[in-house]
């Protein structure tokens, strides 16, 4: 077999383990959904973020196998995550606040219409419904009509209390 044949094979190895292991993936993400009785746009955007992480994956695996040199990849990749890294170093709760929402799709026992109290301090509390969990806030709305967004990051760190 010639050279560039094997490289073709490998590639299509790579192909056919990023797209089996992404539509599993996207099969679990539907079934959490219908367990927890979701909405289906908050699936989207862990398909999403989801898909971006396994499709550089993939990329960098495919590079590799074509023949670039993991020296000259890794100058590339640290140069542009330095980049990414300030960019968003001002704006690191961006992140976590992604990272929580992962967090809360597949762990959290919190869904819409929930009734809860979040624990702010000894004596204060923070009642309401939850009307939309979204990829950055999660918003409740209170007895007096009036919504109260807090950042998935901060809403991953309070003590809740769910009412049945």
């Excluded at 819409?112 to 709305?141: P, Q, W």
């Amino acid at each position: 077999m010639e050279p560039y044949q094997i490289k073709i094979i490998e590639t299509l190895v790579v192909l056919i383990f990023y797209f089996s292991l992404r539509k599993i993936l996207f099969r679990a993400i539907l079934k959490t959904i219908e367990k927890k009785q979701y909405l289906k746009s908050r699936g989207k955007t862990i398909e999403h973020v989801l898909n971006i992480i396994f499709t550089a994956i993939s990329s960098i695996i495919i590079l590799i196998v074509w023949g670039v040199k993991t020296s000259e990849l890794s100058i590339f990749l640290g140069s542009t995550l330095t980049i990414i890294g300030v960019a968003f170093f001002a704006q690191w709760s961006l992140l976590s606040n992604i990272t929580a929402s992962v967090i809360l799709f597949f762990s959290h026992p919190i869904k819409l219409n929930d009734l809860i109290s979040i624990m702010e301090a000894k004596d204060y509390e923070l009642k309401g419904k939850v009307i939309k969990i979204g990829i950055l806030f999660i918003t409740l709305r209170t007895e007096d009509n009036e919504d109260i967004i807090l950042p998935n990051n901060i809403f991953i760190q309070k003590s809740i209390k769910k009412k049945h």
